[in-house]
């Protein structure tokens, strides 16, 4: 007798059925989904404006409208009658193209997000979802990949310094945090054996993977705010060293463009982490208590609370931390994140051929392996640095003025002892002598 233990669940090949969705349905679900997107940016900054005020012990917009609701939409307004300039020098097209794509491609990640499962609509049986096929989450990344040409081509065209200086720095951010946030997801892919976004949630009905797959929801997480520019990683627009980055030349609508486009963006990572992590739709331990709560319309509640709360999670962020140097950002997504985003991807994959030739219980084998990951990259983080043997030597001292200006020094230079400190200061009575 041989009995063959298979404990996580597989969806390899399940993909939403939308044969009984006409092309109106999928016309509605489409404008749905664009009014849903800016009306959800409007309340995010409303919620922003007044969660950090909070924090920071003051009110927040409270002038406009109950509760100073309308302040995003007079900010709307401002922007839309604010003179729009052009620079002499930028290249016109390019320059005009840049925030159209950052925009366009902020509202095509939506497309294949589950908001629930299938319903009656107007006598039709169809998936809350606009569209889905076996590659959803493949098509999400090469959106986002895609996206960030707004960024560097509106730095770039705008044929100046601070500009520029934003969009090389987003295009390193991106390439960095987009092989972490990568990897993270493939694990996914192996335990979920499916790309399809309503696959994976299927393939979550006993297990969220924030839990199965710990190491990789908390590298999803740290790369999803990188991939934002939200705080404390938001380089690409610091205001202390760049004003306002890739944006600075830009002002009234082509502004506001960018600005709905980073909003949006937060909403995008923020419904990918819920679909492949936290359940999608699914109300989880809910379902103990009450059968009907992964039926009808409620998943979509559910769907909603979990992107609000990966929402409010990086306004927490953007009130409590500071913004990393770019050397120190850089140095934690290639020396940190990539590594234990791939030695973890490698034991999830031997996890997974065990399984498929032994009966070993491979979620409690996956679960253990999580904990001991996480407790490793707390480790590595706090682990301090050693100092290199190999210290220059003395005779070749750091001259801040070699360039014909003074230049700060480099990690392991030192400035030469000021000659205020080499001479002892004379006491009181030698002055008086």
Not at 50 to 73: E, H, I
Not at 257 to 279: D, R
Not at 404 to 428: D, I
Request: hydrophobic residues 55%.
């Amino acid at each position: 007798m041989h009995a063959v233990v298979m404990t996580l669940p597989t969806a390899a090949g399940v993909t939403a059925d939308f044969s009984d969705t006409p092309w109106w349905i999928t016309l509605i679900k489409a404008v749905f989904l664009a009014v849903f997107l800016i009306l959800s940016v409007i309340m995010a900054l409303w919620v922003e404006r007044r969660g950090l005020g909070r924090m920071q012990t003051r009110l927040g917009p409270n002038v406009n409208g109950p509760l100073g609701l309308l302040q995003a939409v007079a900010d709307a307004g401002k922007l839309i009658m604010k003179e729009d300039f052009w620079l002499k020098g930028a290249e016109k097209f390019i320059y005009l193209l840049a925030p159209t794509i950052a925009a366009f491609c902020a509202f095509m990640v939506y497309a294949v997000i589950p908001f629930g499962p299938s319903v009656s609509f107007f006598g039709h049986h169809t998936p809350l979802q606009l569209t889905d096929f076996p590659v959803s989450v493949l098509y999400i990344l090469a959106i986002t990949a895609f996206g960030v040409y707004g960024i560097v081509l509106g730095g770039w065209s705008a044929h100046s310094t601070y500009p520029l200086f934003g969009a090389v720095r987003s295009a390193a951010q991106v390439i960095s945090y987009e092989l972490a946030m990568g990897l993270s997801i493939v694990t996914v892919f192996l335990v979920s054996g499916s790309m399809s976004t309503s696959g994976i949630v299927a393939a979550q009905t006993n297990l969220w993977w924030c839990v199965g797959l710990l190491p990789s929801f908390l590298i999803y997480v740290i790369s999803m705010i990188g991939e934002v520019n939200r705080l404390p990683f938001d380089l690409p627009e610091a205001e202390g060293e760049l004003v306002a980055g890739h944006m600075v030349e830009y002002s009234s609508m082509k502004f506001a463009w960018f600005f709905l486009a980073e909003y949006i963006n937060m909403f995008n990572v923020s419904a990918v982490c819920t679909t492949l992590f936290l359940g999608g739709w699914s109300a989880g331990p809910l379902t103990l208590i009450w059968q009907g709560a992964d039926s009808g319309w409620w998943p979509v509640l559910w769907f909603m609370a979990k992107i609000w709360a990966c929402m409010f999670f990086m306004i927490w962020t953007r009130g409590t931390l500071v913004r990393f140097r770019y050397d120190q950002f850089m140095r934690f997504g290639w020396k940190f994140l990539i590594p234990v985003a791939l030695a973890w991807f490698v034991l999830v994959a031997i996890v997974q051929g065990l399984r498929a030739f032994t009966d070993m219980d491979a979620q409690q084998l996956l679960l253990g392996l999580s904990v001991i990951c996480v407790v490793t990259m707390v480790v590595l983080f706090f682990w301090p640095e050693s100092k290199s043997e190999k210290e220059e030597p003395e005779s070749d001292k750091f001259d801040a003025f070699a360039g014909g200006y003074p230049v700060p020094p480099l990690p392991g230079q030192e400035l030469p002892v000021s000659t205020r400190h080499a001479v002892p200061a004379k006491s009181a009575k030698e002055v008086e002598k």
